[in-house]
């Protein structure tokens, strides 16, 4: 059972970086397809963004195109989501997890193995 763990969140100025990590257990992690998501509060969880099946087929939200970029280095077990020229609408907890297989990208409930979260707050 994977278990995971975000870091990184903070208090950040609009126009601000970020990067968030998720940290993962298990030996297998190579295997895993990873995705993060957010959520605001009072909102539902949304995508954010996730690894596609292929090296070079990542998927974003349309918020997150040409602001987040995802990441991985298998040697340290580690996801991370690059976040650029946030915004205050970006404040939000933001969640990594495991994808199942064959499951939607963007679909929280194709995902298991949640992290805590960790809160990103962008003033204005």
């Known amino acids: 059972q994977v278990q995971l763990v975000e870091s990184g969140g903070g208090l950040v100025q609009a126009g601000g970086s970020l990067r968030l990590s998720c940290a993962a257990s298990?030996?297998?992690?190579?295997?895993?397809?990873m995705g993060w998501f957010r959520r605001a509060p009072g909102k539902e969880r949304v995508f954010v963004a996730a690894?596609?099946?292929?090296?070079?087929?990542?998927y974003y939200a349309d918020f997150a195109k040409g602001r987040f970029t995802i990441s991985r280095d298998n040697a340290k077990n580690t996801v991370y989501l690059q976040m650029n020229s946030l915004k205050p609408e970006d404040t939000a907890v933001y969640y990594c997890?495991?994808?199942?297989?064959?499951?939607?990208?963007?679909?929280?409930?194709?995902?298991?193995?949640w992290g805590q979260g960790t809160q990103v707050t962008v003033s204005s």
């Open positions: 298990g030996r297998t992690f190579r295997s895993y397809n």
């Open positions: 997890a495991v994808r199942r297989y064959y499951g939607r990208y963007d679909s929280p409930n194709d995902y298991d193995n």
């Open positions: 690894f596609g099946w292929s090296d070079n087929n990542n």
